[in-house]
């Protein structure tokens, strides 16, 4: 088991940065291999990084692919997401949940379970 919250979004003008945490509590020594995820109203959620324990090869989506970087720091059980040249299309609510992340050719990475999310952070970009 395990819960995670989001913090650090905002309003930012277009072209500006923010920077995301998502802090999750461990009920054992295994860290967990976490993803950020957005939903803007009316749209689909769509899958936007994704990050292993080991910092090995992250996902990223084409639409946020060369502006946002994700990192974490395992011994503070934080992810990161630094989200830079941010877009009016960017616009939504982020959330960070648990994932499984396998590495093939490709990174994938899907949920875990639908309790492992965070509870959303809106991030709102202006034109």
């Known amino acids: 088991q395990v819960q995670l919250a989001e913090s650090g979004g905002g309003l930012v003008q277009s072209g500006g940065s923010l920077r995301l945490s998502c802090t999750y509590s461990?009920?054992?020594?295994?860290?967990?291999?976490i993803g950020w995820f957005r939903q803007a109203p009316g749209k689909a959620r769509e899958k936007l990084s994704c990050?292993?324990?080991?910092?090995?090869?992250?996902y990223y989506a084409d639409s946020v692919k060369g502006r946002f970087t994700i990192s974490r720091d395992n011994a503070s059980d934080i992810v990161y997401l630094q989200m830079n040249r941010l877009k009016p299309e960017d616009t939504a609510v982020y959330y960070c949940a648990a994932v499984l992340v396998v590495m093939t050719d490709k990174t994938l990475c899907s949920p875990i379970d639908d309790d492992w999310w965070g509870q959303g952070t809106q991030v709102t970009v202006s034109s």
């Open positions: 990050i292993s324990t080991k910092n090995i090869r992250p």
């Open positions: 461990r009920f054992t020594v295994d860290h967990y291999d």
